[in-house]
C-alpha cells in the first residue's frame, strides 16, 4: 500500500500537471470504492482544482466553488470542497489524453478544460475516493496524529514514550502518526537500531529522538527518489520509484545486513512482518523470529569462526591420533 513518500510524490506530480484545470464533466466505471458517486457526478463539473495536498496517506484536491456561482453555505453544494482519494494497493490517478484508449479498470475519468482527462485506475478496487464539503471534510480528518515531517522533537517523544504498544504497532498506527506504513517503519527502526517489538515507553528520551531524525531522513530521501515500487506503485507520470534499491531491512530477510553482516531476520509483531538486524536490533525477551526460507539457521560471523576454529581442532587432534598410530 503507497505510503507517505508515494503519496507525497503523485500529489507533486498532479500538482504540476492539472493545478488550474477545470473539470467539464464526470464519467464513471465501478463505482463500489467511491463514497457517493451521483455526488462526483452532480457536483465536480465546473470545479476548478486550486490545490493538490497530501494528508498522510490520503490525497487531496482542494476544489473550487462552482464557476459562476456564489457559494451556498446551507448545504455546501457549490461551495468550495475537496474530493479525497485513497490509493489502497493498486490505484493509480494520473491525467491522459481524452483521445487515448482508457486502460482496463479505469474507473473514474474527470475530462479538463484542456481536453485531458484524469483517470483513476484501480485493479483491486481497494482504494477510496470520496467528495466532501468543509465540515464532513474536517470531521473525516479528525482522530489523525501528527505528520513525520513536521512532528517536533518534543511531541514525538511525547507520542511515543507515553505508551505501552510495541514501537512498531505505534509507527503504523495512523492515530499517532499518519502516513508511515511497513516499509518505513522497518526502514526507520533499522537505522535507529530499535527492535520493532520494543515497548515505545521503555525506549530513552535519546533513543526515541534518534528514531524521530532516521525516520524523517528516511522518508525525505524516499520522496527525492519517487518512493518505493514494490509491486504496482507509479507515479503520476507513470514512473516506478527507486528507492526500494535502497531498502536496508524491508524485505531482506536472509541477507546480510548492510552493517554487521548478520542475516536479516523476519518477525511477527501485531500480525505484521517486520525485517530487522537480530545484532544491530536486540529483541527484547521472549521475541522470536520466524525461521530463515530453507529451514536452516544462517549463522552469523561470529558462529562461523567458533564452527571453523572449532573445526580446525578437530582435524588437527585427527591427525596427532593418526601419527601416534
Not at 479498470?105 to 485531458?116: A, E, F, K, P, S
Given at each position: 500500500m503507497p505510503e507517505?513518500?508515494?503519496?507525497?510524490?503523485?500529489?507533486?506530480?498532479?500538482?504540476?500537471?492539472?493545478?488550474?484545470?477545470?473539470?467539464?464533466?464526470?464519467?464513471?466505471?465501478?463505482?463500489?470504492?467511491?463514497?457517493?458517486?451521483v455526488a462526483l457526478e452532480e457536483h465536480l463539473p465546473g470545479r476548478r482544482i486550486e490545490a493538490v495536498?497530501?494528508?498522510?496517506?490520503?490525497?487531496?484536491?482542494?476544489?473550487?466553488?462552482?464557476?459562476?456561482?456564489?457559494?451556498?453555505?446551507?448545504?455546501?453544494?457549490?461551495?468550495?470542497?475537496?474530493?479525497?482519494?485513497?490509493?489502497?494497493?493498486?490505484?493509480?490517478?494520473?491525467?491522459?489524453?481524452?483521445?487515448?484508449?482508457?486502460?482496463?479498470?479505469?474507473?473514474?475519468?474527470?475530462?479538463?478544460?484542456?481536453?485531458?482527462?484524469?483517470?483513476?485506475?484501480?485493479?483491486?478496487?481497494?482504494?477510496?475516493?470520496?467528495?466532501l464539503t468543509e465540515a464532513p471534510l474536517a470531521q473525516e480528518l479528525t482522530g489523525f496524529g501528527a505528520?513525520?515531517?513536521?512532528?517536533?522533537?518534543?511531541?514525538?517523544?511525547?507520542?511515543?514514550r507515553s505508551r505501552r504498544a510495541r514501537i512498531k504497532v505505534l509507527l503504523l498506527d495512523q492515530g499517532v502518526l499518519r502516513g508511515v506504513g511497513n516499509i518505513y517503519a522497518d526502514e526507520s527502526l533499522w537505522r535507529a537500531k530499535i527492535h520493532p517489538a520494543r515497548v515505545g515507553a521503555k525506549l530513552r528520551t535519546e533513543e526515541a529522538e534518534k528514531l524521530r531524525r532516521a525516520l524523517q531522513k528516511i522518508l525525505q530521501q524516499a520522496i527525492v527518489m519517487r518512493g518505493s515500487s514494490i509491486s504496482d506503485?507509479?507515479?503520476?507520470?507513470?514512473?516506478?520509484?527507486?528507492?526500494?534499491r535502497h531498502h536496508r531491512a524491508y524485505g531482506r530477510e536472509g541477507k546480510g545486513c548492510y552493517r554487521c553482516q548478520s542475516a536479516i531476520r523476519r518477525g511477527i509483531v501485531a500480525g505484521r512482518s517486520s525485517y530487522y538486524c537480530p545484532k544491530c536490533q536486540p529483541a527484547p525477551r521472549?521475541?522470536?523470529?520466524?525461521?530463515?526460507?530453507?529451514?536452516?539457521?544462517?549463522?552469523?560471523?561470529?558462529?562461523?569462526?567458533?564452527?571453523?576454529?572449532s573445526n580446525g581442532r578437530g582435524r588437527r587432534a585427527a591427525k596427532r591420533i593418526a601419527r601416534a598410530k
Open positions: 507517505l513518500p508515494e503519496v507525497e510524490t503523485v500529489a507533486r506530480g498532479l500538482r504540476q500537471a492539472i493545478l488550474g484545470r477545470r473539470i467539464v464533466s464526470v464519467s464513471l466505471g465501478k463505482t463500489d470504492f467511491i463514497d457517493d458517486p495536498e497530501r494528508f498522510g496517506k490520503f490525497m487531496l484536491l482542494r476544489l473550487s466553488a462552482v464557476m459562476g456561482m456564489e457559494p451556498v453555505v446551507s448545504n455546501g453544494d457549490s461551495a468550495a470542497a475537496s474530493l479525497l482519494v485513497h490509493l489502497g494497493m493498486t490505484g493509480h490517478m494520473a491525467p491522459s489524453p481524452a483521445a487515448q484508449p482508457r486502460e482496463k479498470h479505469t474507473h473514474v475519468c474527470l475530462l479538463l478544460d484542456d481536453g485531458r482527462e484524469l483517470r483513476y485506475t484501480d485493479a483491486r478496487r481497494f482504494g477510496r475516493i470520496a467528495y505528520d513525520p515531517l513536521e512532528v517536533t522533537q518534543e511531541e514525538f517523544a511525547n507520542r511515543i506503485f507509479l507515479d503520476a507520470a507513470g514512473e516506478p520509484g527507486e528507492y526500494q521472549g521475541f522470536s523470529a520466524l525461521p530463515l526460507p530453507g529451514g536452516r539457521k544462517k549463522k552469523t560471523n561470529a558462529e562461523s569462526q567458533k564452527t571453523r576454529r
